[in-house]
Structures are given as C-alpha cells and as structure tokens.
C-alpha cells in the first residue's frame, strides 16, 4: 500500500545489515556511514541534477510504532534528507553535497513510498535485490547478515531459500565472521584503548591467511590442515594445536593483516611473524615425545609453548630488505633491468627509455615548498618503480596497479602546479560548478581550452604530448585502474604505453619550465 510521506520523517533502517557493523547506529551515524562508504554524495548530486529519484525507483517502508523506517532505498532517503535539510549533512562533507535545486525542493518535499507487512517480508526484498543484485554490500556486512540472521535462529536453509545463496556459502560467511569478529574482540581485551569499530577493518588479508595454501616443508599446505581447524555444529572455529599457539597465530595475524597492514593479500601464513617458528616448535616437541616413548601431553611444561630457544621473529616475505626497501639486482650492485650497465652503456648508446627510469627533477622541485611536495611525492615513487628491482623484474613489473595509481597522482599534480605556475589556477577553480569537485577531466579540459592552451603549453611538443593523452584517453584508463582494477587488468605494457604516448614528454617538460 503506497502513502505519501516527507522524507525528513523517515528513518534509516539502523537494523539494516550495511549498518549493524557500526558501533553506534544514531540517524546521525548512518547518514556519516553513508557518505563515506556508499557513494551518497555522488547520488545526492545526481538526484538534484535530475531533480528527484528517478521513476521506478521506490523506496520501501516499514511501520514499526508510529515511524516509518526504510527497509528499501536508504541511500535515496539520505540523498533526499541532505539536500532538503543541509544541518544533517555531516562535518567534512558539506562541500559535497549540493545546494537543493528548485525543482528538487518542489517535487520531493514528499514523496510516495511502498509498505511491507513485516520485517521478513522486507528481509526477503533486501537480499533478492542487494546480495545476488544490483548493489553489491561491503564484504563484512554481507557475512555478519548471514551470521546475525543464523544466531536470530534462521536456519541456514532458510536463508538459503530467502536470499538465492548456496547453502555453502552460507556456511563459510557465519564461519569466517564468526571467527574475525572472535580474532576482534580478544584484540580489543588485550588492547583497551583501541578504539577502531569492525566497519574501519580490513576482513580480506586476515581471512585469506587461513585458506591460501603456504609452503611448508617444501610442500603446499593447506592452513586448515597444519593448523588442524575445524568447525563445531553452530560455525565456531577451534584448532587441534594447543590451545595457546592456535591463539597466538591468530592474534599476530590479525594484528599484521589488520592493524599495521604489514601482510596483504599477496602474502600467505609463512609471512606471518612467528608461524613457522611455532609450528616448526611443535614438531620438535612431538618427535622428542615419540623419541621417549611419551605422548606430546605428556609434558606440560613444554607442550603447546615455543622452545627458548626459538628465535621469535617470523620470516619476512622475500623482496624486502630489513630496511624495508625493494631488493633485487640493484641492491648488489647491478642495474635495473634495461638500464645502462655500471660500466658505462652498451655500445650504441643507452638502452632506449620504457618508463619513467630517466625522468629527471633536480633544481626544480624542492621539498621546502609547499606546493611542490605533491609532485614530489609522486614522481620520486615513479622514478624508484621505474628503477629499482624486485626478483628480476622492475617494481613497476610487479605493482603495476599501485604503480598506475602513482602515476595518476603525478600527473595530476603536475598539470595543477603548472597551473598555479601560470596563474590560472584560480581561473580553474571559478570554473568548475558550485558543489561540484575539481576533477582530472575539468582540468584537462581547461587547459586544452583554446584560450589557455598555449599559456600553460608553450612548445609545441607540450601540446602535441596533451592532445596524444587525451586522444589514447590515459586518464580514463588510469581512473579505472583507481576505480575498477579488477575490470581493466592494467599491466606493464600499458603502463609503459602510457608513459611513451606524450606522458613522459608531457611530464618532464613541465617540470623543466619550473
């Protein structure tokens, strides 16, 4: 049954499964949630350039006293909710969320919203349209669904029945939340003062250490196997290792995947510190207790503990150097690959430039000023990347991703220094629209403008190097590297590509006019 209503007397679902990861779950709460992680303020502006939501795109209500809480359509609600009342848009984000248009304020003071009968009704809805559909829910929230709703007393059939998933993967979502959210909280007891909520956490890097298969004994292991886990009847994790080396093992995990970050998911178990030593320990206790005819429980003041003399640093991924710095062939002495040998080049001159290994910036940019450090900070990352070696191959070869982040980042720095440079920084600023962020693309635009091409291109080869970008579209490709890495697969090729196809040229001759 549809009733017309403001969208001001509406509230955010706070039992929404996006949202139960928040610690606290206030209007207020919801709303700042939103902006930061479900695009809000790209739909907000989107909304007011339409001047409503678009038709067929209802929102869903459920009554629940004398509210009407949102069931379907919570980013919708909270689009329309910042535009008509800008004192909810949160601090930091109030230069993102544009002033409401006329036509925004005069079609949707109210609009027309649907009723569900009961919340399982309205469960049913969600998931068919958010777990298997359209808009995908963060890692984290869709697993505590599934876990939430079995602890509920839903059994995993029925959510199976509800939300289209395999029984399988109904499993493994309550199994791995359970088991974070458990790695979570005894972090938290050992750690009171932090302070950081489950929604800011990285779930990934934790979990693959315990499914991605490991050398071990110079075989493939799989975590699962050496570690002994298994599964009781309502999805817990336990492990048949002493309970105390189980613990430690999962706590030095999440603090290295979760915490400091040091392990990603390019890593395995080996890379966490201690593992290896740990399981390497209890080994040696169990063939010292076969060797005496005893059984490894038989001596508690060893069994389950690391031997003193068990050094307790782990073993670094290979790669890296103790202080941290890509090795390689460089680091010995030799030469990046490609790179003119210590001796002097090859005969014939220099090996011809693939990236940014000749990119130079001395007396230009200084660290002491505040407007070069952007630049700075990013060209010295694509210089290091273009040069340094990590196992044969050049660290841009083997990060290409991260490397075509960097990239970007130069780039855009680049093109507004120069435009500071000439003075017409403030120009470009005037010119983009009210609420709307400064973009890559406006920037282009503005210098390629007739009016402005020449002033901040003033050779030839500069503008001839600007229309080679726009016209190969390097920052489409380079955006969608930032925004869909998975899609476009970027590799070493196309970086390099990129950098022969006016990037380079562009770059460097900008720098050369500072």
């Known amino acids: 049954m549809p009733i017309i209503v403001s969208p001001l007397s509406l509230l955010l679902d706070d039992e929404n499964p996006r949202f139960v990861v928040l610690n606290s779950r206030g209007q207020a709460d919801?709303?700042?949630?939103?902006?930061?992680?479900?695009?809000?303020c790209e739909l907000a502006t989107g909304i007011n350039e339409?001047?409503?939501?678009?038709?067929?795109?209802?929102?869903?209500?459920?009554?629940?006293?004398d509210k009407y809480v949102v069931i379907e359509g919570n980013r919708r609600t909270c689009s329309l909710q910042l535009l008509l009342d800008p004192t909810l848009i949160p601090e930091g984000f109030r230069h993102r969320i544009p002033t409401a248009s006329d036509k925004l304020r005069e079609s949707c003071q109210t609009v027309e919203v649907d009723i569900v009968p009961s919340r399982e009704a309205a469960l049913e809805l969600m998931t068919k349209?958010?777990?298997?559909?359209?808009?995908?829910?963060?890692?984290?929230?869709?697993?505590?669904?599934?876990?939430?709703?079995?602890?509920?007393?839903?059994?995993?059939?029925?959510?199976?029945?509800?939300?289209?998933?395999?029984?399988?993967?109904?499993?493994?979502?309550?199994?791995d939340y359970k088991f974070f959210l458990s790695a979570y909280n005894d972090y938290c007891t050992a750690h009171p003062d932090y302070?950081?909520?489950?929604?800011?956490?990285?779930?990934?890097?934790?979990?693959?250490?315990?499914?991605?298969?490991?050398?071990?004994?110079?075989?493939?292991?799989?975590?699962?196997?050496?570690?002994?886990i298994s599964y009781t009847d309502e999805h817990n994790t336990v492990s048949g290792l002493p309970q105390d080396v189980f613990k430690r093992i999962v706590q030095t995990t999440f603090e290295e995947t979760v915490i400091s970050e040091r392990i990603n998911t390019r890593n395995t178990l080996k890379d966490v510190t201690g593992v290896i030593a740990e399981l390497d320990a209890l080994e040696q206790i169990e063939n010292a207790n076969e060797n005496s005819g005893s059984s490894a429980s038989?001596?508690?003041?060893?069994?389950?503990?690391?031997?003193?003399?068990?050094p307790p640093g782990g073993h670094p991924s290979s790669g890296t150097t103790s202080g941290g710095s890509v090795s390689g062939n460089a680091s010995s002495g030799g030469a990046a690959p490609g790179n003119p040998t210590p001796g002097g080049p090859a005969p014939g001159g220099p090996a011809p430039r693939t990236f940014f290994e000749s990119l130079a910036w001395a007396g230009k940019l200084s660290p002491d000023n505040p407007e070069h450090t952007g630049l700075l900070a990013a060209v010295h990352e694509l210089y290091n990347s273009s040069r340094q070696s990590c196992k044969g191959k050049r660290v841009y070869e083997m990060f290409p991703v991260a490397t075509g982040m960097i990239l970007r980042s130069a780039y855009e720095q680049v093109l507004k220094l120069r435009l500071n440079q000439v003075n017409l920084w403030g120009n470009f600023m005037s010119?983009?629209?009210?609420?709307?962020?400064?973009?890559l693309a406006a920037m282009e635009?503005?210098?390629?403008?007739?009016?402005?091409r020449s002033i901040v291109l003033p050779s030839a080869e500069l503008q001839?190097?600007?229309?080679?970008?726009?016209?190969?579209?390097?920052?489409?490709?380079?955006?969608?590297?930032?925004?869909?890495?998975?899609?476009?697969?970027?590799?070493?090729?196309?970086?390099?590509?990129?950098?022969?196809?006016?990037?380079?040229?562009?770059?460097?001759g900008l720098i050369n006019l500072l």
Request: net charge positive.
């Open 30 to 40: 919801i709303r700042k949630y939103m902006l930061t992680y479900e695009d809000v």
């Open 50 to 65: 339409y001047g409503g939501i678009l038709p067929g795109e209802r929102i869903v209500v459920l009554k629940q006293d």
């Open 129 to 175: 349209r958010h777990i298997e559909g359209v808009k995908q829910w963060k890692p984290l929230a869709k697993k505590q669904f599934s876990a939430s709703n079995y602890d509920a007393g839903l059994s995993v059939p029925t959510l199976s029945q509800i939300t289209g998933m395999r029984e399988s993967d109904i499993k493994a979502d309550i199994r």
């Open 195 to 228: 302070r950081e909520g489950l929604v800011d956490l990285k779930i990934d890097p934790f979990l693959r250490m315990f499914k991605a298969k490991f050398p071990y004994k110079g075989i493939e292991t799989k975590p699962v196997d050496v570690l002994k």
């Open 298 to 310: 038989g001596d508690s003041s060893t069994n389950g503990s690391t031997p003193s003399n068990t």
């Open 431 to 439: 010119s983009v629209p009210r609420g709307r962020f400064p973009t």
């Open 445 to 452: 635009n503005f210098i390629d403008n007739q009016t402005n």
């Open 464 to 508: 001839s190097a600007l229309s080679l970008i726009i016209s190969y579209r390097h920052r489409e490709f380079l955006n969608a590297n930032i925004h869909s890495p998975g899609d476009i697969r970027v590799t070493p090729e196309s970086l390099s590509a990129i950098a022969q196809g006016g990037m380079f040229t562009l770059m460097q």
